[in-house]
């Protein structure tokens, strides 16, 4: 089943013991709704497939595509890969988790839902899944950027070329004040 530009919303009312599968489209507007200024633009394919038991269903969440968001170093656009699959186990009621599925995520609902929303769930491991430095490979940032930085890096010079220790004067004082 495909659902384009949509909330990643699984219908558990219905479905059928077994494995089923949906995919799912999501870009810039899925991560708007989160009010995320990080991912300023994304095109992933969400596939979800659902192995459904009397207690529990198994959930393994497939996210391929790419993200873009703004370069640590020069501040310009930078695509990221995304390839991640998280697991999540949702039981009904109360229900205990095997030790196979210790390692998953364990969400437990209530037997009337009738659908799962998984929006949170996908935004927080494709969030987990960015590298905490984001940066264009060597040689790819913004030249003028990289100058700019340079530039403003040679500031800290005094007229020498010895680099300048605007705390320095702090560590006369103390000594003073000791003797």
Do not use: W
């Not at 999540?88 to 030790?99: K, R, Y």
């Not at 969400?107 to 935004?123: G, K, P």
Request: aromatic share 8%; with cysteine; glycine share 8%.
């Amino acid at each position: 089943m495909d659902r384009l530009n949509q909330d990643i919303i699984i219908p558990i009312k219905g479905l059928p013991l077994g494995e089923s599968s949906f995919r799912f489209e999501i870009g810039e507007p899925f991560f708007q709704a989160f009010e995320n200024r990080q991912i300023k633009d994304a095109d992933c394919s969400v596939m979800v497939s659902v192995k459904r038991y009397q207690t529990l269903l198994e959930i393994t969440c497939r996210v391929g595509g790419f993200v873009v968001v703004e370069c640590d170093r020069c501040l310009e656009d930078l695509t990221l890969k995304v390839d991640i699959e998280p697991h999540l186990t949702v039981g009904f009621g109360s229900v205990d988790v095997d030790d196979e599925s210790a390692d998953d995520d364990v969400l437990v609902i209530d037997r009337s839902e009738s659908e799962l929303n998984l929006n949170q769930f996908v935004y927080d491991y494709i969030c987990l899944g960015l590298p905490l430095v984001k940066v264009h490979p060597e040689g790819k940032c913004n030249p003028e950027m990289l100058r700019y930085i340079s530039e403003s890096e040679g500031q800290q010079t005094g007229p020498e070329g010895e680099a300048v220790r605007p705390f320095e004067g702090l560590k006369d004082l103390l000594e003073n004040k000791n003797n």
